[in-house]
């Protein structure tokens, strides 16, 4: 229920909607719109929040024009650094998500709202914002709260949403160390995202595709060094001079949405004796069973074969470790676009969705992935999210 406008705001609001609607028949990149300036102007005081969204509701019998005003008006609302209103606005958009499903034509500005997001964050973030806690506890970077509207809305390619999404939520990424047993794991002093698969699976290109980046300095591939938990420090610390180097020590400050990506790689698909697949597995466990700052863990499978012994091992060693835990574990096929438009052949994720019953992860999500046209990519971050939660 949205209150109805006082009555000294009814003339400039009523200006307002056909200003509106007038800019909502126009393409986005024609400046200026008059709209958007009368908007920025009363959204400058969020008083004005509820009577703005007022205004919007006579458009929400079309669900597409109703989306845009309401996109058009987040995005000011960030600009104006009123980020509570902002992700209300968010949250209506994602609301209005439904009812877009079978209308085309017009669609949101996704990019530039995640742009007016990330500029928000980014402001936050340098008045120290972060560190003070200046965000809700438990929000997260408003450029998820985009994704979480989008992921309503009917999905179509964009790269450059792609684009941008990831340079917002990435600043830097740097890898850090490899470490070899327990105890040489980096101190649990941030969340951690685990990524678990047999090698040329597409964990190093996916890694890639979900941090925007087109080759991390990736060095599972060097030989001698497979059998190690490779860290990479997403986001260390604002303004650090320079980006952190194998053995740095990383502790102490960093910045609140920085989190760890570590590649575990999947040693017992090797061909080595028995007792090393043994002990590496015994490490996996131990590494599943007590890091405590573990949020979530991607386990990679081929989209174009399906499960191996050695992934059905990993899906009941992970039933085991994370029953009645928080960890999330998610089951990923890889190279959907390797069977042409079709994606993932529905045989093999039948067989995989089988496999993940047998082995005692059945009621866990399955995505489907593509390094190469960014499919997926959206699920991903919003269980890589639950790393990056102030
Ligand atoms: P990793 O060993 O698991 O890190 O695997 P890589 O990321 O290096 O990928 C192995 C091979 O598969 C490389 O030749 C990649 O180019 C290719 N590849 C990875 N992901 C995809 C994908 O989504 N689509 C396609 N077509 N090829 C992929």
Same mark, same amino acid.
């Given at each position: 229920?949205?209150?109805?406008?006082?009555?000294?705001?009814?003339?400039?609001?009523?200006?307002?909607?056909?200003?509106?609607?007038?800019?909502?028949?126009?393409?986005?990149?024609?400046?200026?719109?008059?709209?958007?300036?009368?908007?920025?102007?009363?959204?400058?005081?969020?008083?004005?929040?509820? %009577?703005?969204?007022?205004?919007?509701?006579?458009?929400?019998?079309?669900?597409?024009?109703?989306?845009?005003?309401?996109?058009?008006?987040?995005?000011?609302?960030?600009?104006?650094?009123?980020?509570?209103?902002?992700?209300?606005?968010?949250?209506?958009?994602?609301?209005?998500?439904?009812?877009?499903?079978?209308?085309?034509?017009?669609?949101?500005?996704?990019?530039?709202?995640?742009?007016?997001?990330?500029?928000?964050?980014?402001?936050?973030?340098?008045?120290?914002?972060?560190?003070?806690?200046?965000?809700?506890?438990?929000?997260?970077?408003? *450029?998820?709260?985009?994704?979480?509207?989008?992921?309503?809305? %009917?999905?179509?390619?964009?790269?450059?949403?792609?684009?941008?999404?990831?340079?917002?939520?990435?600043?830097?990424?740097?890898?850090?160390?490899?470490?070899?047993?327990?105890?040489?794991?980096?101190? %649990?002093? +941030?969340?951690?995202?685990?990524?678990?698969?047999?090698?040329?699976?597409?964990?190093?290109?996916?890694?890639?595709?979900?941090?925007? +980046?087109?080759?991390?300095?990736?060095?599972?591939?060097?030989?001698?060094?497979?059998?190690?938990?490779?860290?990479?420090?997403?986001?260390?610390?604002?303004?650090?001079?320079?980006?952190?180097?194998?053995?740095?020590?990383?502790?102490?400050?960093?910045?609140?949405?920085?989190?760890?990506?570590?590649?575990?790689?999947?040693?017992?698909?090797?061909?080595?004796?028995?007792?090393?697949?043994?002990?590496?597995?015994?490490?996996?466990?131990?590494?599943?069973?007590?890091? +405590?700052?573990?949020?979530?863990?991607?386990?990679? *499978?081929?989209?174009?074969?399906?499960?191996?012994?050695?992934?059905?091992?990993?899906?009941?060693?992970?039933?085991?470790?994370?029953?009645?835990?928080?960890?999330?574990?998610?089951?990923?096929?890889?190279?959907?676009?390797?069977?042409?438009?079709?994606?993932?052949?529905?045989?093999?994720?039948?067989?995989?969705?089988?496999?993940?019953?047998?082995?005692?992860?059945?009621? +866990?999500?399955?995505?489907?992935?593509?390094?190469?046209?960014?499919?997926?990519?959206?699920?991903?971050?919003?269980?890589?999210?639950?790393?990056?939660?102030?």
């Amino acid at each position: 229920e949205v209150p109805p406008p006082p009555p000294n705001l009814s003339p400039l609001l009523a200006a307002f909607r056909s200003l509106l609607e007038l800019s909502l028949s126009l393409p986005p990149a024609s400046p200026p719109r008059g709209a958007d300036l009368l908007l920025a102007a009363s959204l400058s005081r969020r008083s004005l929040f509820p %009577p703005s969204l007022a205004l919007l509701l006579p458009l929400a019998g079309s669900p597409p024009l109703y989306s845009r005003g309401l996109a058009t008006l987040a995005s000011h609302l960030f600009a104006a650094g009123e980020e509570g209103a902002a992700r209300e606005a968010l949250a209506e958009l994602g609301r209005a998500g439904a009812g877009c499903r079978e209308l085309g034509g017009e669609r949101p500005d996704w990019a530039g709202l995640v742009k007016a997001a990330a500029r928000h964050a980014a402001r936050a973030r340098s008045a120290g914002a972060l560190q003070k806690g200046g965000f809700a506890p438990k929000t997260c970077n408003p *450029v998820l709260s985009v994704l979480d509207a989008y992921a309503s809305h %009917p999905r179509f390619a964009d790269p450059l949403l792609a684009e941008q999404v990831a340079t917002a939520l990435v600043r830097r990424v740097v890898f850090l160390t490899g470490a070899v047993s327990a105890a040489t794991l980096p101190a %649990p002093d +941030r969340p951690e995202a685990a990524f678990v698969g047999r090698s040329n699976v597409g964990k190093s290109s996916l890694v890639n595709m979900l941090c925007g +980046r087109r080759a991390l300095a990736y060095t599972s591939k060097t030989p001698g060094k497979t059998q190690q938990f490779n860290y990479f420090a997403v986001n260390d610390k604002e303004g650090r001079g320079r980006e952190i180097r194998y053995g740095d020590e990383v502790g102490g400050e960093r910045d609140r949405d920085s989190f760890y990506i570590v590649d575990l790689p999947g040693f017992g698909f090797a061909k080595v004796p028995a007792a090393v697949k043994r002990s590496w597995g015994e490490l996996m466990d131990e590494y599943f069973k007590t890091r +405590r700052n573990l949020r979530v863990v991607f386990h990679l *499978v081929d989209g174009r074969h399906g499960c191996v012994s050695e992934d059905a091992r990993i899906m009941r060693q992970c039933a085991d470790a994370f029953r009645g835990s928080k960890v999330e574990y998610v089951v990923v096929l890889t190279k959907a676009d390797k069977n042409g438009s079709k994606g993932v052949d529905s045989e093999v994720a039948k067989g995989v969705r089988e496999v993940m019953k047998e082995c005692g992860v059945g009621g +866990r999500p399955l995505l489907i992935t593509s390094s190469t046209t960014k499919l997926g990519r959206d699920e991903m971050w919003r269980f890589l999210k639950t790393c990056c939660e102030y």
